[in-house]
């Protein structure tokens, strides 16, 4: 390996950690292959990880300390501003910058246009729209479209999301980069299952599982009307379980909702935040995943449940379409607004009337997750596109 490579210095900003799994897996990828790299994100997140990796908590110091949400948002703003001014300063000696994530876009497009002048700068773009969307507050996206041009390269992971980029935000295609996104793999330190699961854990009967946080996008009232079409033969012998965090209050109406399809009965409900200590034993208690999703660019859930290696249906978009092929290592689905209930209810009992199928997905996930999405093979991309 050409050693000027070697001696590249590399900083990964992502300034509250929002994507901190992916952060993580190539913060790791990279220092594999011997790159100076350090990650710079929140003071206090970082605090809690500082024995999985070199890292400076540049960000949010004060603001992360208050507890009133309100006044702790508005610090946070103004924390963020002087916070950005520092890495200017503590960048001085990194030649590759790198951002998972801009807070402020409108604010932090011009400490951008400072740094590359010297610096290589790179964005990697998660979503084609921040937050799916569904930003908290409208300083999280306004000024998107003019941050992406300040960037040498955007990073995005589909090819799709590519295309969306440059139609949407009018890029010039050469500057953006597909890489895929590596596995996600959790960690090891496990707690028992949660209480809760205690009725399920004799059960013999198929769990299917949709994990995350519990947003509109998800899907999650498709897949409820979706239960009310499957056939009792095989309805009978399912549960679903819900589990992850909810916003918007989106949880109550969906609940309503299973109550006036008469399914509540099949539906498990598990709404909290999930521990990462946790997360293990929910995904390996699970039989099949579901991605019920209306829209999504990547998915960082898909990429930790893939290392399971158990079955998957999902909508015919985004990641999944790109990434996965159906009846090949899962079953995909039309994800048109009037048939999308009876099409997941169809590959819903498509599986459970195939039994074959499982082992068949099995073995050819377990070949993509070699093939395609390592972590080396994706640090050694990125650092290709460092270096061009």
């Known amino acids: 390996m050409n050693e000027s490579l070697i001696n590249q210095k590399v900083l990964i900003i992502d300034p509250s950690f929002f994507t901190f799994q992916y952060d993580l897996h190539l913060y790791n990828g990279l220092k594999s292959l011997n790159y100076d790299v350090i990650l710079v994100g929140s003071h206090k997140k970082a ?36 916070n950005m001014v520092y890495l200017l300063y503590f960048a001085r000696n990194y030649s590759i910058i790198h951002f998972q994530w801009c807070s402020i876009p409108i604010v932090d497009r011009y400490f951008i246009k400072f740094l590359k002048i010297r610096k290589k700068v790179i964005f990697t773009s998660h979503d ?21 041009k300040e960037f040498h390269y955007i990073i995005v992971h589909t090819k799709k999301t590519k295309s969306q980029i440059i ?42 599982l ?7 996008y998800k899907g999650i009232d498709i897949l409820i009307k979706s239960i009310s079409l499957i056939n009792n033969k095989f309805l009978k012998n399912c549960v679903f379980i819900i589990s992850g965090k909810d916003y918007f209050n989106h949880a109550e109406s969906l609940k309503e909702l299973s109550i006036k399809l008469n399914v ?33 660019s990547t998915s960082g859930v898909l990429m930790t449940v893939l290392p399971y290696v158990k079955p998957i249906i999902a909508s015919k978009i ?34 459970l009337s195939n039994p074959s199928y499982i082992p068949h997905f099995k073995n050819n996930i377990s070949t993509l997750i070699i093939n395609e999405l390592s972590w080396e093979n994706i640090a050694r991309k990125t650092f290709e596109l460092y270096e061009s």
């Open 47 to 82: 605090k809690n990880y500082c024995n999985k990796f070199e890292y400076v908590g540049l960000f949010y110091k004060f603001s992360d300390c208050i507890k009133n949400d309100k006044i702790r948002v508005f610090i946070k703003w103004i924390e963020h501003f002087f």
């Open 128 to 148: 084609v729209i921040p937050f799916n969307g569904n930003p908290s507050s409208f300083l999280q996206t306004l000024g998107w479209s003019n941050l992406l």
């Open 167 to 208: 139609k949407l935000y009018n890029i010039n295609e050469k500057f953006i980069k597909v890489i895929p996104h590596g596995i996600l793999l959790s960690s090891k330190e496990q707690t028992k299952l949660s209480a809760k699961f205690n009725l399920l854990v004799s059960s013999s009967k198929k769990k299917f």
């Open 210 to 216: 949709v994990f995350g946080a519990i947003k509109p």
């Open 264 to 296: 509540s009965q099949y539906i498990f409900w598990d709404i909290r935040y999930v521990p990462d200590e946790e997360l293990p034993m929910i995904l390996e208690f699970a039989d099949i995943y579901l991605f019920p999703y209306k829209e999504i």
């Open 318 to 351: 985004g990641i999944f379409e790109e990434l996965l092929t159906d009846k090949i290592d899962s079953l995909l689905y039309e994800n048109n607004d009037d048939e999308a209930e009876a099409n997941l209810a169809n590959k819903i009992e498509t599986l």
